[in-house]
């Protein structure tokens, strides 16, 4: 439970924004500029501090990130790596999943990639106290509402 001072030395919350904007694209231009402008936010601010968090990725990967706007127009975000799905488009090769996941294969991917894939939402904040196993068993479950096919080794 918050302690009295901590309550009390809160700031109080405006919004909470959520966006997708690519790794090191992030510009005061749409859908970066509207969003943040409602709530009087730096946007140039936020616009550095992304691109500088997010200069490890390829350009052009879609990143989740959170954005806590505050009525003193200070803000606070965390990025999250990409998501689950597009890893497994990326490690297929395909533009999108099966139409008709359980009976179309879409593609094939092996237990590797998986586990690659895994090892890397591993540094996500919502994944960081999942064990690795659990995190694979869940993008198998992804891949598999993809119409993707997981095997042992691909032949």
């Not at 959520?18 to 090191?24: H, K, Q, S, Y």
Request: aromatic letters at 8%; a positive charge; glycine letters at 6%.
């Amino acid at each position: 439970m918050a302690t009295l001072k901590e309550i009390l030395t809160r700031r109080p919350v405006a919004a909470t924004i959520r966006l997708t904007v690519p790794a090191g694209g992030a510009r005061p231009a749409p859908p970066v500029g509207p969003a943040l402008g409602q709530y009087r936010l730096n946007l140039m601010a936020f616009c550095k501090d992304f691109n500088a968090r997010t200069q490890k990725y390829k350009p052009d990967t879609p990143m989740a990130v959170t954005i806590t706007a505050f009525k003193d127009n200070t803000f606070e975000f965390t990025v999250k790596s990409p998501s689950v799905t597009w890893y497994l488009k990326k490690a297929a090769g395909i533009e999108s999943g099966s139409g008709r996941p359980g009976h179309v294969v879409a593609s094939t991917l092996s237990v590797r990639h998986i586990y690659e894939i895994a090892k890397v939402k591993q540094s996500d904040p919502f994944c960081q106290y999942m064990s690795l196993e659990s995190i694979c068993k869940s993008i198998i479950g992804t891949a598999n509402t993809m119409g993707i096919q997981v095997a042992k080794d691909l032949n």
